[in-house]
């Protein structure tokens, strides 16, 4: 049976390989249909769509949304939507906008720590508006500061340690509204990150349900069987779609692979027809 993969990450953000490239990875896993999910940008879906017309893959069109409630950040993926609405690119460019604010600051405390790089050199090694932190991780990397991606968000980049400086983000309820407003539907990316498990991530999917949400991503590279079982009891529970990804960035994140995630990531292409339908039923709404 074929797989699928609604998580994935390009160039157009913070992945290190382009749409068409990413489309190959999939074609040779078995993968028929996908969504490029970039954070904050959807200018990698037409690369996507004219590949997938040569390889015979569906594409589903695909965003992430960064939010947060208090210190938690919570990631808002939107799918089905109509990627070209002219409301929801004036958001992605503010989103895109705050980054540009904080990453500055995220090199000014580098460079207090004496590392020697500049924002001019990470907007070019990046080539793209939406500018994120594995950006810096890659140049440190290639400046031989750190040895790794995750060496970089260990030692100055993760939430606590020296260069890290919290971004200006969206409540979920905006992300998800946004989302909607354009045709998609709105699903909580890597309900692990939520940091809440048992009743307190069931009220806080009620919540989000009661704003919008569509569903939740159950299948993700990092889950555990456990916690894979456990959100979709959740899902059922609720009322909400289900979904699944890799999150595949490419060499900030090596060993998640297109399609199969740690090896062992299975998302199964049934799960697509809901998802479409619950986006018509969006449209029509
Ligand atoms: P930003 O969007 O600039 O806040 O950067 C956050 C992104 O960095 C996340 O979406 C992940 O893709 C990535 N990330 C977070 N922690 C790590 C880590 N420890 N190693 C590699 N990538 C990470
Ligand atoms: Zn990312
Ligand atoms: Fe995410
Ligand atoms: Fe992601």
């Given at each position: 049976m074929s797989r699928i993969d609604l998580h994935l990450h390009t160039t157009h953000s913070d992945g290190s390989f382009s749409a068409a490239e990413v489309l190959r990875f999939a074609h040779k896993a078995g993968v028929t249909a996908l969504a490029i999910t970039d954070h904050d940008i959807v200018s990698g879906i037409p690369e996507a769509i004219a590949t997938g017309a040569e390889l015979g893959i569906e594409i589903i069109p695909g965003v992430e949304i960064s939010s947060c409630v208090g210190k938690t950040e919570l990631h808002i993926l939107g799918y089905c939507m109509d990627w070209q609405d002219p409301e929801l690119s004036r958001r992605l460019a503010t989103l895109r906008a705050s980054r540009h604010t904080r990453n500055p600051q995220i090199i000014e405390r580098l460079r207090s720590l004496g590392l020697d790089i500049t924002y001019e050199e990470v907007r070019t090694l990046a080539g793209t508006d939406s500018v994120g932190r594995p950006h810096i991780a890659r140049l440190l990397i290639e400046k031989k500061y750190v040895t790794s991606a995750k060496d970089a968000f260990d030692r100055y980049l993760s939430e606590g340690r020296p260069a890290y400086v919290a971004r200006e983000l969206p409540q979920p309820a905006d992300a998800i509204a946004w989302i909607r407003a354009a045709g998609g539907v709105a699903v909580l990316a890597h309900p692990t990150w939520a940091k809440v498990s048992g009743e307190g991530l069931n009220t806080l999917l009620a919540t989000l349900k009661a704003e919008g949400l569509g569903g939740i991503?159950?299948?993700?590279?990092?889950?555990?069987k456990r916690q894979t079982t456990e959100y979709l009891d959740l899902a059922k529970r609720l009322d909400l779609l289900v979904t699944g990804g890799s999150d595949f960035h490419g060499i900030t994140k090596p060993d998640i692979e297109v399609g199969t995630g740690l090896g062992d990531l299975k998302v199964s292409e049934k799960l697509l027809d809901p998802l479409k339908k619950a986006a018509l039923l969006a449209h029509h709404s």
């Open positions: 991503e159950v299948h993700y590279s990092t889950h555990s």
